[in-house]
C-alpha cells in the first residue's frame, strides 16, 4: 500500500512541476505577440523628408513676396500687354531686385556648374546640372562676370552662394537632363517659348519641397 501511495505522490508533484514550468511557456507566447503590434507602429511613423531645394533669395524665407513687377512661371499676361499676338508663356520665375535687392543669390539645388558663361538674350548665365536629373539655369541677373562667384566644373551645395543680383532681376529656369532643353547654339533655353514640359514652374518645385519637409517635422 504505501508504494501505491508515494508512486501516487510522485505522480501528482510531477504533474505539478509540469503546470508550473509551462506557465513562463504562456508568457513567451505573449511577449512574441508583442513585436507585431511595434511593426504596426512603425509603419504608422512618419518618414522626415529631407529638403533639397530652397529659395535663391533669403528675403523669401523671411515673407511672403508677391512678386508684382518680376514675371511668374507660365501663362502671364506681362508679355501679352507687349506682344497680343505672340506667346506669353514664361520658361521661368523672375526675381525682381525691387522685391528681393541687389542682394546674394543661393543655390536652389545641388549639383556642378556645367558652364558660367554670356549670351545675348540670357546675359551672364550659370548652368548648373545636379545628379537627380534636374538643371538649373540662372540667367539675366549678372551684369559682370565679377557677380558670380561659381566657376565651370565646381560643385555647389544647396544654399551656397552662387553670385549677386545686380541687374533688374533674375530670371530662374528650372529643366531636367532628359529633356530637350539645349538650342542648337549649345544654349539651354530650347522651347523657352512653348508650354511642352521642357521649362518646369521653379516656385512650385522650391515651395512644395519646403512644405513636404515642414509637414514631416510637425
Ligand atoms: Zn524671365
Request: aromatic share 14%; hydrophobic share 35%.
Amino acid at each position: 500500500m504505501k508504494k501505491i501511495e508515494s508512486k501516487l505522490l510522485l505522480w501528482i508533484a510531477l504533474i505539478a512541476i509540469l503546470i508550473f514550468a509551462s506557465v513562463p511557456l504562456w508568457h513567451i507566447n505573449l511577449n512574441t505577440a508583442r513585436p507585431q503590434t511595434h511593426v504596426v507602429k512603425k509603419k504608422h511613423k512618419k518618414v522626415v523628408h529631407k529638403v533639397t531645394w530652397g529659395y535663391p533669395f533669403k528675403k523669401l524665407y523671411e515673407k511672403k513676396i508677391k512678386f508684382k513687377s518680376g514675371q511668374k512661371f507660365g501663362e502671364t499676361d506681362v508679355i501679352r500687354r507687349y506682344y497680343p499676338t505672340k506667346s506669353y508663356f514664361h520658361d521661368g520665375y523672375d526675381f525682381g531686385f525691387s522685391e528681393v535687392g541687389h542682394s546674394t543669390v543661393y543655390a536652389v539645388h545641388a549639383g556642378t556648374v556645367h558652364k558660367v558663361k554670356y549670351t545675348p538674350g540670357l546675359g551672364l548665365y550659370v548652368w548648373v546640372i545636379s545628379k537627380d536629373g534636374y538643371v538649373e539655369i540662372y540667367q539675366e541677373g549678372f551684369l559682370s562676370i565679377t557677380d558670380i562667384y561659381v566657376k565651370k566644373g565646381q560643385k555647389i551645395k544647396l544654399g551656397q552662394k552662387i553670385g549677386r543680383l545686380t541687374g533688374s532681376h533674375i530670371h530662374l529656369g528650372i529643366t531636367k537632363t532628359d529633356k530637350d532643353y539645349i538650342d542648337k547654339h549649345g544654349v539651354p533655353c530650347h522651347y523657352y517659348w512653348k508650354d511642352n514640359g521642357t521649362w518646369l514652374n521653379p516656385m512650385k518645385i522650391i515651395e512644395d519641397d519646403i512644405a513636404k519637409g515642414k509637414a514631416s517635422k510637425s
